[in-house]
């Protein structure tokens, strides 16, 4: 099927979105893309360019939300980040404190763009480091995606061993905080035509990414697909009217799931590189909702914030989702929850009793909370310390141990 045979098709997908341009409050730079919300939808990040054909001019900014629901005034991100060179499209973690964006110009690198990262404590964001010759390659790496804990990165290469110009990366990083050689997404997802602008919903079974090699309404047009376990689904256009016959990139789709956010490439505009929201329903509703806990870490005798590890096990598969620091100057930590299990919570510090605590998304989210609150006191290590194991679990009259149960028997071991 063609583009014309395959738009005519596609018809009647235009009706279930209403697509409009933010206000010119966010959309007040000659040129602004690549939008990024917070798991709390609480501010935006963005690119912008100040004229439309220098690309030596590139900042990141934000916008926050106020009390109405209304976008302020962009402000820049950062002055450790934003420089004379450019500093262009970029991913946050959930947490809001690991930033990896891509710049192509004036800093030392291995190619023609590489990705860079900076970390939040408190309220500083730290000088950017180069990613490294591992993730970074002589070629062009550009447009990275983390996942909610930041343990996975999604980017575009067009590195040698690909399958076309343009195709969708990814890296892990090890229980050593170290980034994997990256691996390529693979056929179904990349094509021998160009991949661009992938995005990781916070679910992290859904991915998001613009290409020109599947048939759509023309150019590049959104398209999404979903981990099911066993690899990635066949991937789905995202319909009109937010694909047409000018390109579409750099989608980005909240955590509840309710709104969608995209840049403008229309080349006959006279404002090229508008943003757009949209509302999410019917047709594209997510398959795996999320929510999120958030929360402080602090010791228990003193109340003084603390930075330890904080595990997140999904109970029902016996396997760690996720794996993050508490910030090391307010203890405060965020985590995703993804739709249809139950999770245990570990946090541990050197010189503390490890701490644990269970809870289900489903129970949890039945009571209308997008954000659960766990404030956890850790106790010093010292006679008399005492903790409780909070996921032992026996079926119903029996004194054998569910299998629910291994992850907190292996925290024991460890910690023992």
Not at 11 to 26: G, H, I, Q, Y
Not at 206 to 229: A, K, Q, V
Not at 255 to 269: L, V
């Amino acid at each position: 099927m063609d583009n014309s045979e395959f738009a005519l098709s596609n018809e009647k997908v235009a009706a279930s979105f209403n697509t409009v341009p933010l206000s010119d409050t966010v959309n007040a730079f000659p040129m602004q893309y690549f939008p990024v919300v917070s798991v709390d939808e609480s501010f935006l990040l963005f690119t912008r360019r100040l004229g439309t054909t220098s690309q030596f001019d590139e900042d990141l900014v934000i916008s926050y939300k106020d009390e109405n629901g209304k976008w302020g005034k962009p402000q820049s991100l950062s002055d450790n980040i934003n420089s004379m060179y450019n500093e262009g499209t970029c991913t946050i973690s959930a947490d809001g404190r690991t930033l990896i964006f891509t710049s192509c110009y004036g800093r030392n690198g291995y190619g023609s763009c590489d990705l860079y990262i900076s970390v939040k404590s408190g309220d500083e964001w730290s000088r950017p480091e180069n990613l490294g010759g591992v993730v970074n390659s002589s070629a062009w790496d550009s447009q990275p995606s983390l996942s909610a804990d930041g343990r996975t990165l999604y980017f575009i290469s067009n590195r040698g061993g690909g399958l076309g110009g343009r195709d969708i990366w990814y890296t892990n990083k090890d229980d050593r905080n170290r980034w994997t050689k990256p691996q390529n997404m693979g056929p179904v997802v990349n094509t021998v035509n160009d991949e661009v602008s992938p995005f990781i919903h916070p679910n992290n079974k859904t991915l998001y990414y613009g290409t020109n090699g599947l048939p759509g309404f023309g150019g590049f047009d959104l398209y999404y697909s979903i981990d099911e376990g066993q690899g990635w689904s066949k991937p789905k256009n995202m319909g009109a009217p937010i694909n047409n016959a000018e390109d579409q990139v750099s989608l980005f789709i909240t955590s509840s799931g309710t709104k969608g956010y995209y840049s403008n490439e229309d080349q006959k505009s006279k404002r090229k590189g508008l943003l757009y929201e949209f509302e999410l329903a019917g047709l594209h509703a997510l398959e795996y909702n999320v929510a999120y806990v958030q929360g402080k870490i602090t010791d228990a005798e003193t109340g003084t914030p603390l930075k330890a590890q904080i595990e997140l096990f999904d109970i029902n598969l016996n396997q760690r989702v996720s794996l993050i620091d508490s910030d090391s100057i307010t203890g405060e930590y965020l985590m995703v929850l993804t739709e249809g299990s139950n999770y245990a919570l570990y946090v541990n510090k050197l010189g503390y009793l490890f701490t644990s605590n269970t809870f289900s998304f489903d129970a949890e989210i039945a009571l209308g909370a997008k954000a659960i609150t766990k404030d956890i006191a850790l106790d010093k290590i010292k006679e008399g310390a005492v903790t409780n194991l909070r996921n032992i679990f026996f079926a119903t009259d029996e004194y054998e141990l569910s299998p629910d149960s291994h992850a907190e028997l292996e925290k024991v071991k460890r910690f023992l």
